[in-house]
């Protein structure tokens, strides 16, 4: 809607006016020109402490670096940044993070920090409410964002000086006074333990953190001892509305007065792309360590590449307690310096396609059997060839939703396969007597028998799925039982689900 906007056009020829309200100070102003200026203070606060000095040690912890005193070239154009610098060698974790920060559940935030490449060129930005953690990698060399895990979005903003602002934003699911902020310092998007050959490096440069309750990065405010909230005057000209208190009656084609609310998405993972955490210790075989069954069968690590030699054949080179029965993985490594056989990944149990080429790999599976990962020769002659950057992460780590039957996630999307009340995926998201605006994608769809899927509310059903596209549907929500379901119905149909949006529902006006 036009901000602050109410009312009729303007004819008064009223010079002074004032309008003082109890919660964040409005008034207005009519200047010579019979120009009303709406003024209205926003408030922000930014909780981490030591924004911009991250060498004070009782804000900040520190893994495996260290931050000195030298100070260099910062986005403001003051030499106030620092270098987050290597103090020991090895695949390890190098991070910088404050805790103890007092976080809401159901509230949303947004973490920020300025980042700049040094020896390496990527950072892991992480936030978390002290039990679920919100993450993003940011690409420092060209703001590219991947690896999301549970954020609702991200922002990259490209300064000046090669700098960029990262940020994540995220709904708080636990209330805690221990949150947090971090950043690791990495050489890809995925290697959370680089391997740092030498001591003192800069590996990344740092400057201007900031946690605020905000739906998106707002403009930085530094901190020293205590948290500190800034007062920002939003101001807004119009010789079109008047200020009175009446009625709303927009005007044709209000053109830059404002826009219209858009609400919340009220679902959670709705494109199905939330991963958890790295599960695979020594994943980039940087180290001869971590698995077991290298050193004998053709097996062995070396050159940073676990190497299946000529004999290498159905022994296993494996991890213990990685995967849990039933959970859902993605799976990606690559495959090099192949000469024949070939190879798979199994997960407790359950197994990858064999590939038997150079390239990189993902695959999808759900663990089964018992908790173990790794590595597998399978053809009898033997198998030549090296493989790296083995990656193992869960699918949806926090069961946003209920899968039941034949129903999964991979690849970004759910897919729903089978008959009625045997394969379904929902959320316990709605609220009696509310009216939702449901908007959803689906793909690949296949039926027996000219048989339909279905979206029910609970119990009832919202709208039948018969075909691909992308479909809206409005529904009030009219049952005590808060579930959305998508499910296959009687027969056999299965279906593909992605861009899952649920918003409260309110009519927006349209231009008169």
Known sequence: MPRLGFGLPLVSSVQESSITLIEDLLWEDIDTNNNISVNYQETRTNIVLHSQDVTDAEAWTKQNISIDSTLYDAPNDTNTANAIKSNTTGSKNYYLQQQGLSVTAGKTYTASVHLKKGNLGFGWLRAGDGTTNYSAAFNLNTGAVTNTSQVIRTQVDKIDGDWYRCSVTFQAQNTSN???????????????????????????????????????????????????????????????????????????????EGAWETLDNVVLNGDYEELGSELVTNGGFAV?????????????????????????????????????????????????????????????????????????????????????????????????????????????????????????????????????????????????????????TISNFSSSSGNTGVINDAGTTIQSISGNGTFTVVFTHAIATNNLIFRATSGTNSYQVDNVTVREYAIQPQDV
């Open 288 to 440: 001869d360590s971590d698995w077991s069954g290298t050193g004998s069968n053709g097996y062995s690590i070396s050159s940073g590449k676990l190497n299946l030699s000529d004999s290498a054949y159905a022994t296993n080179v494996a991890q213990a307690n990685v995967t849990t029965i039933g959970k859902a993985y993605k799976v990606t490594f690559e495959i090099s310096n192949y000469v024949k056989g070939s190879a798979r990944i199994f997960l407790g149990g359950n197994v990858t396609s064999s590939v038997n080429s150079n390239g990189t790999y993902t695959f999808h599976v759900v663990a089964s059997a018992n908790t173990s990962a790794g590595v597998q020769a399978l053809d009898g002659g033997g198998t030549t060839l090296s493989l790296d950057n083995l990656s193992l992460k869960q699918v949806d780590p926090n069961d946003r939703w209920t899968l039941t039957g034949g129903t999964s996630i991979s690849d970004g999307k759910m897919t729903v396969t089978g008959a009625s009340g045997t394969s379904l995926g929902f959320q316990g998201i709605l609220v009696q007597g509310t009216a939702y605006e449901l908007t959803y």
């Open 178 to 256: 221990n949150g947090n902020v971090m950043v690791f310092a990495q050489i890809d998007a995925t290697d959370n333990t680089p391997n740092v050959a030498v001591s003192g490096i800069e590996l990344l440069y740092v400057w201007g953190w900031q946690l605020e309750e905000n739906s998106e990065p707002s403009a930085y405010i530094k901190t020293t001892t205590s948290a500190r909230t800034a007062t920002e005057v939003l101001n807004d000209f119009s010789n079109v509305w008047d200020f009175d208190s009446a009625d709303l009656m927009p005007e044709a084609d209000p053109q830059s």
